[in-house]
């Protein structure tokens, strides 16, 4: 009797003791679990945020080409054109024209085209019936009218992208060429698209100045901004006597 009056209480304790200590670890789980979930919603604050912040910068950056454009178009086109047949005039009174006078007319007839091009280049409407082979070749052409630089291009692969997907891989490659030839001063540029396996590949080369030890600027955070909105990269990478972009992106995953 005197024993068992002794085990009820003990039993009695153990059984305390485990429920408390159940207890207690089934606050610690509750807490790390809700902890986790803090975290990931954190982590997907955080990237929707960033999303939201690239969307809004890209947003901003179309805008400021549609000005632009509609600028070049409206304002420069039309002082070329005034000039051009101002010139024409001039030209038609002289009883003899200076060879001068023609080489600048038939300058100002190629800036002119060049004007135009650009300026519908920049205008986002022009998104609708996009096509990537297309401007890449008149880019390509555009580059080439300098006389200074053999630019080509290479297109190995069906581009099965949007027209505005199509957009923001044609700026990000307009971006390599003109940071290259304003930096490189190469003699040749050449752009290859291929498809590997479910990712498109585009290589932009140029034979121009290696890249410097640290590069940094506006063009190549757009580019990298470009690409993370399409889930892929870029990298810049140094060969034998040339320098490539490298634009890897996953098709249908933007």
């Given amino acids: 009797m005197r024993e068992q009056e002794i085990f009820i209480p003990i039993l009695i304790g153990t059984g305390v003791f485990v429920l408390v200590a159940l207890f207690i670890n089934t606050l610690i789980a509750l807490y790390r679990t809700r902890r986790r979930q803090h975290e990931r919603e954190l982590v997907l604050l955080k990237q929707s945020f960033e999303q939201e912040l690239l969307q ?5 950056q179309e805008a400021t080409f549609r000005h632009i454009a509609s600028e070049l178009h409206d304002n420069v086109c039309q002082l070329l054109s005034t000039a051009k047949v101002l010139m024409g005039i001039a030209k038609m009174k002289l009883p003899e024209a200076p060879p001068s ?6 300058t100002l007839s ?3 085209v060049e004007v135009r091009s650009l300026s519908r280049s920049l205008d986002p409407e022009w998104v609708k019936g996009f ?16 006389g200074t ?8 692969a069906v581009v099965n992208l949007k027209p505005e997907e199509q957009v923001m891989l044609f700026r990000m490659v307009q971006e390599a060429v003109q940071n290259a030839v304003r930096h490189a001063a ?3 540029i050449h752009v290859q698209v291929a498809q590997q396996d479910k990712e498109l590949e585009v290589r932009i080369r140029n034979n121009g100045k290696p890249l410097p030890p640290v590069f940094e600027g506006m063009g190549t955070n757009n580019m990298r901004q470009r690409a993370r909105l399409f889930g892929g990269t870029v990298q810049w990478l140094r060969l034998p006597g040339e320098t490539e972009v490298l634009v890897r992106l996953p098709v249908g995953k933007a």
């Fill in 56 to 60: 809004a910068q890209i947003e901003v």
């Fill in 101 to 106: 006078l023609a080489t600048a007319t038939e």
């Fill in 110 to 112: 190629k800036a002119i």
């Fill in 131 to 146: 096509s990537l082979a297309e401007n890449l070749s008149t880019e390509m052409a555009r580059i080439r009218s300098s």
């Fill in 149 to 156: 630089v053999q630019a080509s291009q290479q297109i190995d």
């Fill in 186 to 188: 190469p003699t040749a």
